[in-house]
């Protein structure tokens, strides 16, 4: 068993709170956790009572106050709402599923025969099972060249469709928005662009209204002597 690439560690981001797949039960659940988490949290009375609405000295705690209601707010989401599924890692079916396969046979094999300490089918079990993590740890460590090599055999063989499927998926929902057009940052502005290219599209046009009036009275004669 070999395998190439880089053994760098790949980092993963942490999958994020998914609101769109939480049921009834689930916020219900939320509700009822951040109410305790919440009920924790010490109210600061000294700043609900200073009198002066300019104060700088109680920044601090106030700053204090806000993260725990954040933290908690975050902290019983966590542990109450459903989390965005994992994409599925590319090369996982290809390589690691066969040594994942095999090790669960000679795991299963080794129950059978009692779970010996010792022995052939003991070691063919370890062997298989520390082939198995090892082939995980590779692909989960080379997703840019392993997604890179698939993207390369698919282009070649002029598979074009699935090319375009594997850049999909490499990207995901990911859309990408201008910061700068023509000059002009931020959305606004850039909305105010859009708006005048169209105004002068639509404008750049000129017609009589006289002549619409005639074109479409010949193109209703034409209808009824030809329909």
């Known amino acids: 068993m070999s395998f190439h690439y880089s053994n760098e560690p790949r980092v993963h981001p942490v999958c994020k709170i ?9 916020i ?4 009822e956790r951040l109410r305790v988490k919440l009920n924790s949290i010490v109210l600061p009375r000294k700043v609900l009572l200073c009198p002066d609405l300019d104060c700088s000295s109680h920044s601090t705690e106030i700053d204090t106050y806000y993260g725990r209601l954040i933290d908690a707010m975050k902290s ?6 459903p989390r965005q599924r994992k994409k599925a890692l590319a090369g996982w079916s290809e390589v690691v599923t066969p040594y994942r396969n095999k090790s669960i046979f000679w795991n299963k094999i080794w129950i059978e025969n009692g779970m010996p300490e010792v022995g052939l089918i003991r070691d ?13 740890k590779w692909v989960i460590r080379n997703q840019d060249n392993i997604t890179a090599d698939r993207m390369t055999t698919k282009l070649h063989s002029d598979m074009n469709r699935e ?28 909305c105010d ?5 169209y105004e002068e599209l639509y404008s750049s046009v000129s017609f009589n209204a006289d002549d619409m009036v005639e074109l479409r009275r010949d193109v209703d004669i034409d209808i009824r002597s030809k329909c």
């Open 18 to 26: 998914s609101w769109r797949r939480a049921t009834d039960h689930n």
């Open 193 to 197: 662009v859009f708006a005048s290219k």
């Open 76 to 81: 019983a989401a966590s542990e109450c709402i």
């Open 163 to 190: 090319f375009w499927d594997e850049v999909k998926r490499v990207r995901g929902n990911a859309k990408d928005c201008a910061g700068v057009i023509d000059d002009a940052v931020g959305e606004d502005a850039i």
């Open 124 to 136: 063919i079990r370890q062997s298989t099972k520390k082939d198995y993590k090892h082939a995980a």
């Open 28 to 31: 219900v659940s939320y509700k």
